[in-house]
């Protein structure tokens, strides 16, 4: 077996935490695959494989890839898995941590389980972007959101929206998220967008600050195709896929829809999504109290 060792984390105490696991894996006879400017980082380039592109783990065999950060880390994985497939296992070392689920002991504990695949895992919906605005070799994938925004302008903008080329809305102000269920509890959120649980089939359209106070988040079925169509005092706008940037011209629509593959998300078995959400955003405590 071959496990993956991904984090973008470069200090002292995540060399001496990955230096443990990655023994750890060698004493189950698992082969470890090293991010490559991590690997560098922390000198361990010399030591293992290592990887930087979907088609090195294709090559080198991956059965198994582990995060070490936070959610954004997990989010960055699928930059590399794509249609792999490869499950993934959050090690939570950040913040907060929807995603990366297991923490630094539990990592341990629950080793055995996880390379017998004695263990949850979740499939979690991706968003494809489709358009010719889009530059050669830009990743046209999100595991949370598609953003729509402004782009140096003070001004509103204005997008068109279709549902399957049915005319939605009109949206003024500073953008647009789609979201998939796993991004409902990120930029969407802060945005006044729902919290819609991960095993359902939906999409999220949140308008960002919009000038008519009646527009209100739009709850969706993932099978439909979104087209925006965007005008603006400036000839381009923004497009964000999670944390990647792009900036479209106004003359280019997006369709977006959902992938045709899924980001299989490994969690511990006592895991509940409604416990999460409680605890993360201190539902039912008054710190008054």
């Not at 995603?99 to 504990?109: G, P, V, Y």
């Not at 509940?272 to 405590?285: D, H, N, P, V």
Request: hydrophobic share 40%.
């Amino acid at each position: 077996m071959k496990a993956a060792i991904y984090s973008q984390k470069k200090d002292l105490d995540t060399f001496l935490y990955l230096s443990k696991f990655i023994s750890e894996l060698e004493s189950r006879g698992v082969t470890s695959v090293l991010y490559d400017e991590m690997a560098e980082a922390l000198q361990f380039s010399k030591i293992f494989e290592t990887f930087n592109c979907k088609q090195d783990l294709l090559e080198k065999k991956v059965d198994l890839f582990f995060t070490f950060g936070g959610d954004g880390t997990i989010v960055n994985s699928l930059t590399f898995i794509e249609d792999l497939e490869i499950p993934v296992v959050g090690v939570n070392t950040g913040r907060l941590g929807f995603l990366a689920s297991f923490t630094k002991e539990e990592a341990f504990r629950e080793l055995d389980a996880i390379l017998k695949g004695d263990i949850k895992t979740s499939r979690r919906s991706v968003i494809e972007v489709v358009s010719p605005g889009l530059e050669e070799g830009f990743f046209p994938y999100a595991l949370n959101d598609v953003t729509v925004s402004r782009k140096e302008t003070t001004s509103m903008i204005t997008v068109d929206s279709y549902i399957n080329d049915e005319f939605l809305n009109v949206f003024w102000g500073d953008g647009v998220i789609v979201s998939t269920p796993t991004g409902s509890t990120a930029y969407s959120l802060s945005c006044g967008g729902p919290i819609i649980s991960p095993n359902n089939e939906n999409f999220v359209i949140t308008p960002i600050a919009p000038h008519n106070l009646n527009v209100r988040p739009l709850v969706v079925n993932d099978r439909v195709e979104i087209k925006f169509r965007v005008e603006s005092r400036v000839p381009q706008y923004s497009l964000s896929l999670d944390s990647r940037l792009i900036h479209i011209e106004t003359d280019k629509e997006i369709i977006i829809k959902k992938a045709s593959f899924q980001l299989l998300l490994v969690q511990p078995n006592n895991l509940s999504f409604y416990e999460t959400i409680r605890q993360k955003l201190l539902w039912g405590r008054d710190k008054r109290n």
